[in-house]
């Protein structure tokens, strides 16, 4: 078996070298500054050195480290949960569409729950876009709704079947105490419980999101932080050819 | 807070921008503003008719939870409807029990006495009772204006740009250790983010509370702890610390109220901003903040206006005449409520793509225009959110520029930005790093302001012509189709707002024959500081 054995670089190869930040709930002094280099050492650091402690108020120091990482990692045994589709630009997306699948795609959106965040749906969906990336809105080929923050699963799946969607996308950015968690969950089981799950295709977004978490709950995929417009889009344009047996 | 900004040690960097063209804009805005000055005037709503109750004395909840305000207001509206306002019933109930306010309505939740028991009493008898009862809601108001005033006397505010920090825990203590921490570290504004959503409830939540999520419910109990440790703390270090909550959504005018019980020093009261960006319906938002910046103005808060709220959902550059426009609007529409230009912390934002070149001339193009066109208000600068990345050393750098900006221009409310802001809600030591930043460019930088010209024809100057020069052609056209309607089109934010969607539409009302709010003609009457003059 191949192996790839790596660990964090500085300046030279193999040297470990990390950085790291934190605060304790203590006062500023010598001691303070031994217990930040011990518990260095409890996190398996060695050569550890406590280059800044600085007072934060009373009871509290803000401490910057720097020290020799020990463990390496198989770079060969590593895999990504992330979704795997071959990004296409706005004009294949729309080509593809087009040509292959030869009627608009369509596709609603929202963020559901307590949540009142468009922020995550609106990179996603709004005509400007994210990250110099058109959203979804701008795609000539594409036919959507975004129905904004605080949607009701209900009303999200009612609008869902009137527009005869191919896609749901769901954006949670509020991750406090897991309520992304049970409102998405929800979703699901309320789909299943119509019997609705295998109409659409189901995407979560957000933050707090990655593909293992989504797939966990029952979506066909998940996408964190930085997503932009076409990598969706993408994943929609594939997963429906797939669908319809049209790749 | 009195100061113009040209006389603090010496005069400013400027513009060479037209004073025609100054008063052509505000005149403008004057007129938008009156337009729908005359819609509010002959409407109120539910949460208008809870606040006249909190202000009568009014405070608590029922065995579930429901505010007492809410239980009265609603046992009128079965009964009687509430087109005549709840003043003149209540005024009479209160007769009728022989109590006082706090006694009377718990009567009426308990159901031992009903509006349907009040036949009996003279008008003679209610309109003397409303006297008495609307001066007592004024001596409240006051009362928290003069606190302030001694409390300000003893502490002195410290120099501007005040450094504003964000507490969002959801959980009271929390807060209070975070915002300790903040001062401590150079914090001279705490504000306290609201639970989610918390702006589409239709009643104030109560007693002290733990369970917020992105942020701590606003509640009369919450904003008291908070107001403690924060006189606590600005007698410890020398200066005094303001405090922040939100009088927006459906509760705009009752969070008003109970901003005043607590002595609480700005609100953010966007004329706008529920409209837009929660879908919360017009009618109700602008009859709802009226009455708020009534009081507002009464008891000397300042407001905060939510201008960066455009710039996030649409091209900073491209639509920095709305901010230009709104800030005119909401200047205007604080004025018609009897606001002083001190006490209008109008917004902006440093939301401009940092790929774009010279983003940052453009932004002290924005931010001296803010400074120009309102010289004498607070002027309220939010710090770079959409671009901010989760590379937090070069967000970092992001608000240096942003705190450069902010101390050349001579802004005065700065919200902190924080280099952790794509990732979470501030850690502790992530606003103790933000104010290390700021610190830091406010001590280098305090008189470059003082020391620098704008070229006449230079691009700065040349932009904030621009901005100004599209401003007016906008105002233009809102003025020529009206505020209501433009909204309704997309004209703010590219989002459209019907006259009659969104929320709260049910809880508005036009005013009857016998319709009466004894405290909103008396502040109308008496004017800003009443007869003392304070």
């Known amino acids: 078996m191949k192996q790839e054995l790596i660990k964090p670089y500085g300046d030279t190869l193999n040297d470990g070298a990390v950085q790291l930040s934190f605060t304790l709930p203590i006062e500023n002094s010598a001691r303070a500054r031994k217990a930040a280099e011990l518990y260095a050492s409890k996190l398996n650091l060695e050569n550890v050195s406590v280059v800044h402690a600085g007072k934060i108020s009373d009871n509290f120091t803000f401490f910057v480290v720097y020290a020799s990482a020990v463990p390496t990692i198989d770079y060969e045994s590593v895999e990504t949960g992330e979704v795997e589709v071959r990004v296409m630009d706005f004009y294949e997306i729309n080509n593809t569409i087009e040509k292959k699948l030869n009627r608009l795609i369509s596709v609603v959106g929202a963020t559901i729950g307590n949540d009142a965040h468009t922020v995550g749906i609106d990179a996603i969906m709004n005509m400007k876009g994210y990250n110099q990336d058109y959203g979804l809105e701008r795609y000539p080929q594409i036919k959507t709704c975004n129905m904004g923050a605080q949607v009701s699963c209900e009303s999200l799946i009612e609008r869902a079947l009137q527009m005869k969607a191919d896609a749901i996308l769901i954006s949670r950015t509020v991750t406090q105490r897991e309520t992304h968690i049970r409102n998405l969950t929800e979703l699901v089981e309320l789909l299943k419980a119509q019997d609705l799950r295998d109409r659409f295709l189901l995407v979560a977004g957000g933050p707090g999101i990655t593909n293992d978490l989504a797939t966990g709950l029952g979506y066909d995929a998940g996408f964190g932080r930085g997503t932009r417009p076409s990598q969706v889009a993408s994943f929609l344009v594939t997963k429906i050819l797939e669908k319809e047996g049209k790749t | ?534």
């Open chain 2, 1 to 534: 807070m009195d100061g113009h900004y040209l006389e603090k040690g010496g005069k400013m960097a400027h513009i060479p921008l037209k004073q025609k063209q100054i008063s052509r804009v505000k005149n403008l805005a004057r007129k938008i503003s009156s337009q729908v000055q005359g819609f509010i005037s002959i409407h109120s709503s539910i949460s208008v008719e809870r606040t006249i109750l909190r202000l009568y004395g009014v405070d608590g909840v029922d065995n579930s939870g429901v505010p007492l305000s809410n239980r009265v207001v609603n046992s009128l509206l079965e009964r009687r409807g509430l087109n005549n306002g709840i003043s003149r019933f209540f005024s009479a109930a209160m007769l009728v029990s022989g109590r006082d306010a706090q006694e009377t309505a718990q009567s009426i939740e308990r159901r031992e006495i009903s509006f349907d028991d009040i036949a009996g009493i003279s008008q003679e008898d209610v309109d003397k009772k409303e006297k008495e009862l609307a001066k007592r809601a004024l001596a409240v108001l006051d009362g928290s204006r003069k606190r302030k005033k001694k409390k300000l006397e003893r502490y002195p505010l410290p120099s501007q740009p005040w450094r504003y920090l964000i507490v969002a825990t959801g959980n009271i203590y929390e807060d209070v250790t975070q915002a300790t921490s903040a001062v401590h570290s150079g914090a001279d504004i705490i504000a306290q983010i609201r639970s989610t959503a918390q702006s589409l409830l239709d009643y104030i939540p109560y007693g002290p509370t733990t369970d917020g999520f992105g942020g701590t419910f606003a509640t009369q109990a919450n904003f008291r702890i908070m107001r403690e440790t924060l006189d606590k703390i600005s007698e410890e270090e020398g200066r005094y610390i303001q405090m922040v909550n939100y009088a927006s959504g459906l509760c705009m005018a009752e969070i008003t109220a109970c901003a005043t019980f607590e002595d609480l020093d700005i609100l953010l009261n966007d004329c706008m901003y529920g409209i837009l960006f929660r879908d919360i319906n017009m009618k109700r938002t602008f009859i709802d903040q009226y009455f708020s910046r009534l009081i507002c103005s009464r008891a000397k808060i300042i407001i905060n206006t939510g201008e960066d709220n455009y710039l996030t959902t649409s091209d900073a550059i491209e639509n920095a005449y709305t901010v230009t426009a709104s800030q005119l609007i909401n200047e205007a529409m604080a004025k018609d409520s009897l606001l002083s230009e001190d006490l209008l912390g109008l917004g902006h934002a440093f939301e401009i793509d940092p790929h774009v070149e010279n983003a940052f001339l453009y932004e002290l193009a924005h931010a001296q225009l803010s400074r120009q066109l309102f010289p004498k208000s607070p002027i309220k600068y939010m710090p770079p959110t959409k671009y901010k990345s989760t590379d937090i050393f070069y967000s970092h750098c992001l608000d240096t520029l942003f705190n450069l900006a902010s101390v050349t221009t001579g802004q005065e409310i700065h919200l902190s930005g924080i280099l952790t802001e794509a990732i979470h809600n501030p850690f502790l030591h992530d606003r103790y790093l933000a104010l290390g930043n700021i610190n830091y460019v406010f001590n280098v930088a305090r008189d470059l302001g003082r020391e620098i010209e704008f070229k006449k024809d230079g691009f700065i100057a040349r932009r904030a012509q621009k901005v100004l020069d599209e401003t007016e052609v906008f105002l233009k056209d809102i003025e020529g189709e009206g505020l209501m309607e433009a909204i309704a089109k997309g004209r703010f934010a590219n989002i459209k707002r019907p006259l009659k969607g969104g929320k709260g539409l049910d809880g508005v009302f036009e005013k009857g024959p016998e319709y009466t709010n004894p405290v909103m003609d008396l502040i109308v009457r008496e004017g800003r500081t009443g007869e003392d003059g304070l």
